[in-house]
């Protein structure tokens, strides 16, 4: 009974894919991607493929709240066909859930290096050993400072956290704002606090707070006061300001330095600052050997879990992760390569690229602690009222709670 | 006979497939640990045991009802005033009822966005130059105000609809029981309380709980002006079952929250028409 069912089943599919796909007809895939400011860089990639797979169509589909859109997607079963997505939480959990290809079983980018490969697979997969992302770009996730003021007061990068704290009063006292705060959008907390927690708490953390051996209250009340100390140094309207202000106003030269990582570098290029950029790693520590350069997968390739042309969407990845494909996506995005040894001639990115040459890199800290915890809201409450035993009391406490929902 | 229950059938099947069908799906997710999408498992009851001993959820719940429940009345009263207004013979009548009507057709989400941009710019320089201290800075950006600014823009467009009900009541008065007030020598507020708001107690009792129940679900406003912030503010319930839901990655857990929440909204709204309908007769 059951075989002759198989059998019905197959028979049913066979004659379905061959009334969907008759030979010669060209095949259309859906490319999803979440990068607003990538969409021309894109659509060259997939000109220039197109002009060699004639057979193929991919139609480049981007959506500001690419997240909410995808898993819309995925509620309705109508998943895309090949999917670019941030390298974070949100695709570990989607990965965990088990909706994405398994690439472990057809390896197809040889030339990602295994450490940039591990950030990723460590944000989930579906069972143990499954690769279920490539790598297509990274980002560093440092401080963004503009040379010609920083070269007007007499500054340098610093080094150490009470050079950071030495710089921003000098330039405070000189009349320049040190850091320009875009708080009203509460992630743009996260970068200062992923650079922070990536360096001071000993490694090993959130295995640690897991396992019940260890609390925030204990371990995060530097980073918790390095933070705050941080973002006072923010211009007096930082509460009401956003993103996109941020990014103007930077371009515009109206502050030293900006809290956010090189994928901000785009966005501010956009309004043509009249002066040179430059990049360095948050140092949180006096120690500048132990200064880590927090660094993710900006950008992650994947196909759904039974892709519907195969053939076709792992043609158009391969193409994506050519090297010279990746190299010249991450020149125009002042990405960098998730090569080893990555080259990158962006001056803007000059000052991270000995971290990524060294491998001196460390993952983002928000990418351990689940979603539904409201990280970037608490962190914002806490710029407001300072309050830094709430702070870390609500972070142990949502974790606790989250933990009991899921155990 | 039958053609009547022809007439009823095609809308009650669309009720049911768009309406009662999602609602039980949602029953059943609820009971589950299901992200959305994926494979998932059954975990009875813990779903809506762990709702009772969340604080977030409460605190959505507390800043839900408070916000509900001062839109509701402040729309109620300005609507009410605005449509006496439009009722008295004033100049440009029909005009300035064309006029007031447009809040409603715009989309919440636009006005929000307006609105987001007058209090982090406008209204700031306009309190300035006028040494108001309290206004001077984005009221949205704190913490214990932000909710009176969304209270603002939900009553700015909510008042439009409400207004018009209350036309429509006010139209219902015939003109003999205003002269016969005024022949026994009833002022103007007299005879608002005794006769033309008695009179318009069903338009008051469906405004009402259109307006508690609408607020209730508040949601476009909150996206579109502070995202639930400060921190964690002004996070409504129907936020934080989208929020928690679907970017949280907590689909089940907030259905569950959704099926309370309908619950105690069809309640409210129950009790809330009982009242006020029982006035109604005894007025």
Redesign the interface.
Known sequence: MKRIALLLAGALLLTACAAAQPRDTRVTLEFFQFKPEAVETFDKIIKDFEAAHPRVDVVQNHSPTAESAIRARLVKDDIPDVIALNGNSVFGELASAGVFYDFARAPIAADVSPSIQRILDDLGTHRPGERNGLPFASNGNGVIYNKDLFARHGLSPPTRWSEVVAAARRLGAAGVTPFYATLADAWTTLPAFNALAGNVPAPGFFARRTAGKTTFAAEYPQVAAKLRELFGYGQRDRFSRTYEDGNQAFAQGKAAMYLQGSFALPAIATYEPDFEIGTFALPATENPADTRLVSGVDVALTLPREPEHPEESMAFLAYLLRPEVMTAYAREQRAVPPVENPPSDDPALAGLMPYFAAGRLTGYADHHIPLTIPLDQLLQQFLIDGDQAALLRDLDREWDKVAARRS | MRTYYWMVIPALALFLIFHTVPVLQGFYYSLT?S?????YDFVGL??YA?LF????ILDAYLFTFKFAVVATVATNALALAIALGLNARIHFRTALRGVFFIPNVLAILIIGYVFNYLF?NSL?AIAQAAGIEALS??I????DLAWLGIVAVAVWQAAAFNIIIYLAGLQTISDDVREAATIDGAGSWRQFVSIVFPLIAPFFTINMVLSLKNFLQVFDHIVALT???????TTSVSLLIY??G??????A?QTANAIIYFLVIVAVSVFQMRVLQRREMSA
Do not use: F, Q, V
Not at chain 2, 246 to 251: A, D, K, V
């Open positions: 640990d992200p959305g999408y994926g494979s813990k779903n762990s001993a969340d604080d977030r982090a700031p800075t984005n949205l950006a704190d913490p995202n639930g912030g400060p921190g964690t503010a929020s928690g679907l970017e949280g990655g907590e689909y857990y």
